[in-house]
Every structure is written in structure tokens, then in C-alpha cells.
């Protein structure tokens, strides 16, 4: 699920979507998104037989996302 609003809807994550890695790292150990504000997490994710990249920064306030 995508929840309206976040981070991952702005900067283009869908419901179905794979994560793969964070930062390089298996997205399943939670030292992975271990961070403070203005950290870069740079999201690997499948979408069907797609692999794409998606970095958010972490932020207190309005997130800043972008697909790469």
C-alpha cells in the first residue's frame, strides 16, 4: 500500500511495487533506514520486469522525493 501523500506517492511508488534495496543494502535489515533528517535514501524497487530507482530525503517537514 501507498499511503495518499507520502513520500513514496510523490515521487512515483505504486501499490505492487518490489523494494529491492535501500542504499545498497537488503531492504529487509532496519539499520537500513536508520537516519536524520536531510539523509538520501535511494530506493531500488521492480515493477513488473521493470527495475527502477527512486531517492527520498528524509525531512521533519514536506518531504523532497525524486525518481532517478
Do not use: C, W
Given at each position: 500500500?501507498?499511503?495518499p501523500?507520502?513520500?513514496?506517492e510523490?515521487v512515483g511508488l505504486?501499490a505492487?511495487?518490489?523494494?529491492?534495496?535501500?542504499?545498497?543494502a537488503?531492504s529487509?535489515?532496519?539499520?537500513t533506514?536508520?537516519?536524520?533528517?536531510g539523509?538520501?535514501?535511494?530506493?531500488r524497487?521492480?515493477?513488473?520486469?521493470?527495475?527502477r530507482?527512486?531517492s527520498l530525503t528524509?525531512?521533519a517537514?514536506p518531504?523532497a522525493?525524486?525518481?532517478?
Open positions: 500500500t501507498v499511503d501523500g507520502s513520500q513514496a510523490r505504486q505492487g511495487d518490489v523494494i529491492l534495496m535501500i542504499n545498497g537488503d529487509r535489515d532496519p539499520e533506514l536508520a537516519g536524520r533528517p539523509k538520501v535514501f535511494v530506493y524497487i521492480r515493477r513488473g520486469t521493470t527495475v530507482e527512486y528524509s525531512t517537514g518531504a522525493a525524486q525518481h532517478r
